[in-house]
């Protein structure tokens, strides 16, 4: 299913900080990579890394044996009532797909009776520590190219409808089941005139039926279909990969926004030769050699391209909102818990680095004094009450940190 809204325009990706359901989760660390898991059929991630990923389809038996699904059916149909949730509705009634955006009351989503109806809801992580600890397993792949967690509950006979996707993703069976039906096809057209992104064509090759904690890993452009087979729901794990256009157009405002390629960024355009004219609205040839001189003189270093992804990849989604503490601590107080229970990432934080920078929430920092412990705070999402003991002497590192937690970016307490 598109999970940009590159790839559907009526999508706003969106969040929101009051779960329902949230409740303390204790971390599963992802594999380390030379350890056989059976996350991945007992290959390694490494091993995994090198034979599928971006090459070939895995299907994956009990990945996740006696998996849970991080939400209840009722919690879901809550979450996806929520303002901020990006939620999506597809039925296929009557051999008619229809698309309808969240949110959606009780009351405005069909019987779970009734067949071939399924709700997506987008981005779960960010609403569900649960979910957000379900994401943590795959963080065998950087951070930086991971997106979110997609829940689907589809009722009997349910589906998106056979597509594909221009991103990797992990189907992972949370409950009942679904028949996913596979393709390597070439022809990816779409049929024209509908609300979502349904192939003309579909000729499938494999198929299987997958049960709780079966997961399927398809690269991009593989053409798939999955149907629930009575209620499920699955979890999609998908990633992001920014097309080279988005790319470089995020990268020239960058670059102009800093104005750091070249001295004369701020300069104003002048024409002083400009002599006057009959044809007032012709472009002047000198106009566009100018600009393209202004154009050709646009540098940077290896450096700008770095500090851009860093600020790009850790910068939340649009609609992202922190909750600051309603009464925040003040920093003795602060330093006083957070020696006692250690720190943790708040799940909507995006916390990356490179060998010289940090970029948290789409803001960049060089701290003399950022090191080891902020490497591990971004690799491991949490510190302990130990390791915080070890610099609470350290008062920029302090008062850094306090400054996070009163932005609500991280929370006292190691997760449980
Ligand atoms: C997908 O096909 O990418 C997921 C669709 C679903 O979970 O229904
Ligand atoms: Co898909």
């Known amino acids: 299913m598109p999970r940009r809204p590159t790839d559907h325009p009526a999508d706003a990706a969106s969040a929101r900080n009051s779960s329902p359901a949230s409740k303390p989760v204790r971390p599963v660390l992802p ?10 059929g007992d290959l390694t991630p490494s091993q995994f890394m090198r034979r599928y990923w971006q090459k070939k389809p895995l299907l994956i038996r009990q990945a996740i044996p006696k998996v849970e699904a991080p939400l209840s059916r009722d919690e879901f149909f809550e979450l996806a009532d929520q303002e901020e949730v990006e939620a999506r509705l597809i039925t296929h009634f009557r051999n008619k797909w229809q698309l309808e955006h969240g949110p959606f009351a009780p009351d405005e989503l069909p019987s779970v009776k009734q067949r071939a109806w399924t709700l997506l809801v ?40 056979p597509h594909f996707d221009s991103y990797d993703v992990f189907l992972l069976q949370v409950k009942g089941k679904r028949r996913w039906r596979i393709s390597s096809q ?49 979890c999609s794990i998908g990633f992001r990969a920014p097309s080279a256009s988005e790319l470089t157009a995020q990268f020239l405002y960058h670059l102009a926004e800093r104005g750091e390629s070249a001295g004369k960024r701020g300069a104003l355009y002048r024409d002083p030769q400009q ?60 330093i006083g818990q957070a020696s006692k229970s250690g720190l943790r990432l708040d799940r ?14 789409g803001e960049e920092i060089s701290l003399d004094s950022a090191k080891k412990w902020l490497f591990d705070l971004a690799d491991r999402r949490c510190m302990s009450a130990k390791r915080f003991v070890t610099l609470s002497h350290d008062s920029p590192v302090t008062a850094l940190l306090h400054e996070w937690y009163c932005a609500g970016w991280i929370q006292v307490g190691e997760l449980v």
Not at 31 to 40: I, R
Not at 122 to 145: E, M, N, S, T, Y
């Open 186 to 234: 070439k022809d990816l057209t779409l049929q024209p005139g509908l609300p979502l992104k349904v192939l003309q064509n579909f000729e499938p090759e494999e198929e299987w039926l997958l049960e709780p904690g079966d997961m399927l890993y398809l690269p991009p452009h593989i053409a798939h279909d999955g149907i629930a087979e009575g209620e499920c729901m699955t």
């Open 31 to 40: 594999p380390s990579p030379d350890t056989p898991t059976a996350l991945l």
């Open 122 to 161: 987008q981005g779960v992580d960010l609403h569900d520590d649960r979910a957000r600890a379900l994401l943590d397993r795959f963080r065998f792949v950087p951070d930086a190219r991971l997106d979110d967690l997609m829940i689907s509950y589809a009722s009997d006979g349910g589906g998106v409808g």
């Open 275 to 334: 002599p006057a004219v009959d044809r007032p609205a012709e472009l002047p040839a000198a106009l566009v050699d100018r600009v393209g001189a202004i154009l050709a003189d646009i540098k940077w270093k290896e450096q700008d391209i770095a500090t851009f992804l860093g600020t790009y990849l850790s910068e939340p989604k649009p609609s992202v909102v922190f909750d600051p503490p309603e009464r925040p601590l003040n920093e003795a107080r602060f």
């Open 348 to 361: 909507k934080t995006n916390l990356l680095y490179n060998r010289r920078f940090f970029f948290v929430n």
